[in-house]
């Protein structure tokens, strides 16, 4: 028997990506692993301690703060992001004079920094001259006046608010995509039973795109974890009062102020299985086939 020739083209267009993973994923995650055994300032000899990183890890409250901030912050971002651009996109689907330029403005935001977001909202949240309070002064409301960064109640939302802001035109234009891609005649069909708008919404349009729904709230909930350190390291860097401290702020601290590497590794390690475990449990129960009968 002949034996089947192997296209070898195919494996050598994914090389490059595979190579390129293993060495700026894999490999550092793995050697992250190793390191959470050890006792290691970065400078001297590792000395290894077995699981004592973790069971420091365990035993420190500052840290378990920051994983509940984390996923305070994750839900909330996520919820919002995904409700607020999944209305724009329903608004913004239809056709009218200037959709597009309310299409652009609401996109912009996507392509700016953390940085850059991160001053701007600095300077808008400012408690004296920022335009946040200004604009509550001017219109009446001095009662809503809030320090809304050096305030521990309200700190972490007033960041939350940020990230949605950044991110919703980017999400919105994920549904605007899936909206589009429902047949018309399934609404008229719908209209010729006698549904109504929450009707289509729920046997209709939510369906069809339940594709598109997924990734918005994969990518929402995972970039929440292990993305937000730019804006909260801009914004407050963990206050006050650790209370808009997050689990990447504080591993950051740990690793490069206290010089403990072994210990954040081990914090990243478990942040790694928390995220592994949510994301496993979002996915399990948001997944099924799209309806296109």
Same mark, same amino acid.
């Given at each position: 028997?002949?034996?089947?020739?192997?296209?070898? #083209?195919?494996?050598?267009?994914?090389?490059?990506?595979?190579?390129?993973?293993?060495? @700026? *994923?894999?490999?550092?995650?793995?050697?992250?692993?190793?390191?959470?055994?050890?006792?290691?300032?970065?400078?001297?000899?590792?000395?290894?301690?077995?699981?004592?990183?973790?069971?420091?890890? @365990?035993?420190?409250?500052?840290?378990?703060?920051?994983?509940?901030?984390?996923?305070?912050?994750?839900?909330?971002?996520?919820?919002?992001?995904?409700?607020? &651009?999944?209305?724009?996109?329903?608004?913004?689907?239809?056709?009218?004079?200037?959709?597009?330029? #309310?299409?652009?403005?609401?996109?912009?935001?996507?392509?700016?920094?953390?940085? *850059?977001?991160?001053?701007?909202?600095?300077?808008?949240?400012?408690?004296?001259?920022?335009?946040?309070?200004?604009?509550?002064? &001017?219109?009446?409301?001095?009662?809503?006046?809030?320090?809304?960064?050096?305030?521990?109640?309200?700190?972490?939302?007033?960041?939350?608010?940020?990230?949605?802001?950044?991110?919703?035109?980017?999400?919105?234009?994920?549904?605007?995509?899936?909206?589009?891609?429902?047949?018309?005649?399934?609404?008229? &069909?719908?209209?010729?039973?006698?549904?109504?708008?929450?009707?289509?919404?729920?046997? *209709?349009?939510?369906?069809?795109?339940?594709?598109?729904?997924?990734?918005?709230?994969?990518?929402?909930?995972?970039? &929440?974890?292990?993305?937000?350190?730019?804006?909260?390291?801009?914004?407050?860097?963990?206050?006050?009062?650790?209370?808009?401290?997050?689990?990447?702020?504080?591993?950051?601290?740990?690793?490069?102020?206290?010089?403990?590497?072994?210990?954040?590794?081990?914090?990243?390690?478990?942040?790694?299985?928390?995220?592994?475990?949510?994301?496993?449990?979002?996915?399990?129960?948001?997944?099924?086939?799209?309806?296109?009968?």
């Amino acid at each position: 028997m002949r034996k089947k020739k192997i296209d070898a #083209f195919p494996y050598l267009m994914c090389l490059a990506a595979v190579v390129l993973f293993t060495l @700026f *994923v894999v490999l550092p995650f793995a050697v992250g692993v190793y390191t959470s055994f050890f006792k290691w300032d970065g400078f001297s000899d590792m000395k290894f301690n077995g699981l004592k990183n973790y069971l420091y890890v @365990f035993q420190d409250d500052i840290y378990w703060k920051a994983i509940k901030n984390t996923f305070v912050y994750a839900i909330l971002v996520t919820v919002l992001k995904n409700v607020i &651009a999944f209305f724009l996109a329903s608004i913004l689907v239809k056709n009218f004079f200037g959709r597009t330029f #309310f299409r652009t403005a609401i996109y912009i935001p996507v392509t700016l920094s953390y940085i *850059v977001i991160g001053i701007l909202w600095v300077w808008i949240y400012n408690p004296t001259f920022g335009l946040l309070n200004s604009f509550l002064s &001017a219109v009446g409301l001095d009662q809503l006046i809030l320090g809304w960064l050096s305030d521990a109640r309200v700190a972490l939302f007033a960041i939350i608010a940020v990230d949605v802001w950044k991110w919703i035109g980017y999400h919105m234009v994920l549904y605007i995509a899936g909206l589009q891609a429902v047949p018309k005649d399934l609404y008229e &069909a719908a209209e010729i039973d006698g549904a109504g708008p929450l009707a289509k919404l729920r046997y *209709v349009t939510l369906p069809m795109i339940n594709s598109t729904i997924v990734i918005n709230v994969l990518m929402s909930i995972t970039g &929440a974890f292990v993305a937000n350190y730019d804006i909260v390291y801009i914004m407050t860097d963990g206050g006050p009062y650790h209370s808009t401290e997050v689990s990447l702020t504080y591993i950051m601290k740990t690793a490069f102020t206290d010089y403990n590497f072994g210990k954040a590794n081990a914090m990243s390690v478990i942040l790694f299985l928390m995220v592994l475990v949510f994301g496993f449990i979002q996915l399990k129960f948001m997944s099924h086939e799209d309806v296109y009968d």
